[in-house]
């Protein structure tokens, strides 16, 4: 029997990176998967994805920074499959790099219109239907950047210290509801997000990879097993926690 059989599953930011590959993975156990992004073509290619796994699933286009689309995204998901069993509230944007004196207000406003306010819409809303169904799991996509701080990141690494404080005081909010919250923590995982940044690196992938822990970034599946375990009975006592996949970056 497939871990996550007959399950319904929400991933924001699913039409690329970590939140592609936990889509697929959560196909390969047997959940049905809404992916919610804002770009059509790379979110559709996801749900292609996903059935060539062998399950269903759905694109909504959705920017998790606005509100009423957020209470569409979840009103379509139990429109379509009935319930959310799991969500997992993924999209983010890392902006601009400088210096905090250099950055701009805009750059402010459009990290944490996304990372922050969008996690809080994506969980008030979820959260309200999982509430009529009495039960649910959250998994918020946090960052080494929610323990650590991030010279030329300082907005990024705010906003990823906010998710915490958001699922730390959800999961206390809701435990005797039923539902469980807790957060992933990615380090160095090579994605979209992660390439751009190293383009503009002296010696590119290759040198900074050698730099690491484990000598190597890690990869988008090992993220999305983590949000899986989270999301399954086994994390039954669990809430609140940020389970770091970070190839040692915070332990050094
Ligand atoms: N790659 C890493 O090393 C790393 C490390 C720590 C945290 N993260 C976090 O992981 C998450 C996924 O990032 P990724 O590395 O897969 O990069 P990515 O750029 O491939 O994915 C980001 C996703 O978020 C979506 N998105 C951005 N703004 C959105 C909005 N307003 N509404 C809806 N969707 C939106 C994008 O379309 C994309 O699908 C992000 O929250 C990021 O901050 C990544």
Redesign the pocket.
Known sequence: MKMFAGKVVLI?????????ATAVVFAQEGAKVVV????ED?GQQTVRLIEEAGSEGIFVK????QAEQVKAMVEKTVATYGRIDCAFN?????GQYAPLVEQTEENCDHILD??VK?VWLCMKYEIEHMLSSGRGAIVN?????ANVGFPTGSIYAAS?HAVMGLTRSAALEYAKSNIHINAV??????????ERGLASMPGGKQAYEATRVMGRL?H?EEVAKAVLFLCSDQASFTIGQMLMVDGGYTVQ
Not at 36 to 39: E, F, P, Y
């Open positions: 924001t930011g699913g039409s690329s990176g970590i939140g592609r919610a992004s804002r770009r790379e959705t920017d998790v920074s993924n999209a983010g944007f890392d996304i990372n969008g996509t946090a960052s080494i950047f990823k923590g990615p380090g160095d995982i090579q994605t979209e997000m992660v890690g988008a």
